[in-house]
């Protein structure tokens, strides 16, 4: 079968993904498909990579390279890749004609090998939503941002008295709840129980931006984290929501890390709010 050719452009770019062989977005600036290159140029090139595929992988990367960095070059292709433009088609060296002359090729049928993979189209599927994945790691970015600036703010003391002490056991152990005059109730660890009695003062200490009870202090100078709070014993989600909403921003080097990022972002959302309530 001959070389198809669109103006410059060989027919064959069609089959290709560069973006995909760059591991880079399609939204990806100038510099980033020079930092992918480099990257990946160094890791195949032949003097450095003795595996059978390293040659060819290579002779691919400095391909897309060039197409993506030549502004012309890139345009048609970002056209073609689009599916925007229907390409005027010439055939050089044509297959010989078929043996039936009854026979009619199926219209818009496109040869097998031309179809893109299940993979990808997810990939071209994550290239066009990256952009909202990106956008709602930076959301949660500052989401997280305001919760540690909440966490190691000083907090507000609020001075309640104890009405009452009820102990409440569990599957994993006893714990006890103390009632407030403020209508407030607080569950804490049994291990606090010797340090509460009925009608002490106590302070209640709350964050300064969302007002979450962090902590209780007793007249006798005892302080108690409260164990059931976002800033208590689950912690660690909002930690696990910082990471992946900063790898969710800052990751660039691979398109489909950063799109699943962006997923589990908008999952630790619904997490940490519900956290968040029964804190308050």
């Not at 399609?26 to 003795?50: G, Q, T, W």
């Not at 006893?174 to 607080?186: A, L, R």
Request: hydrophobic share 40%; glycine share 4%; aromatic share 14%.
């Amino acid at each position: 079968m001959g070389l198809y050719y669109f103006g410059a452009i060989p027919y064959n770019w069609f089959l290709k993904n560069y973006y995909f062989i760059l591991q880079i977005s399609i939204h990806a600036r100038e510099a980033d498909i020079k930092r992918a290159y480099r990257r990946l140029a160094l890791l195949y090139h032949p003097d450095r990579n003795s595996s059978i595929d390293a040659a060819e992988k290579f002779r691919e990367i400095n391909e897309a390279y060039e197409a993506l960095t030549d502004p012309v070059k890139k345009f048609l292709y970002d056209q073609m890749l689009a599916n925007d433009t229907t390409p005027e088609v010439v055939e050089e060296n044509s297959a010989p004609a078929h043996r039936d002359p009854r026979y009619r090729p199926r219209p818009n049928s496109a040869p097998l090998h031309h179809r893109p993979s299940a993979r990808r189209q997810m990939l071209d599927l994550m290239d066009r939503h990256l952009s909202k994945a990106i956008f709602i790691s930076k959301v949660t970015l500052v989401c997280c941002s305001v919760l540690f600036l909440d966490y190691v703010l000083p907090v507000s003391k609020n001075n309640e008295r104890v009405l009452g002490i009820y102990t409440i056991g569990g599957k994993y152990g006893s714990s006890f709840k103390i009632e407030t005059s403020k209508g407030n109730s607080y569950r804490m660890s049994s291990n606090s129980l010797s340090s509460f009695t009925d009608a002490a003062d106590i302070k209640i200490c709350t964050t300064p931006i969302l007002s979450v009870p962090k902590r209780i202090e007793t007249g006798n100078g005892y302080k108690h984290r409260l164990p059931i709070s976002i800033y208590g014993n689950f912690i660690f989600f909002p930690i696990i929501w910082l990471i992946t909403s900063l790898l969710g921003v800052f990751y660039k080097e691979i398109v489909e890390l950063q799109f699943n990022f962006g997923v589990a972002n908008f999952l630790l959302i619904f997490f940490n709010l519900i956290i968040f309530l029964i804190s308050k």
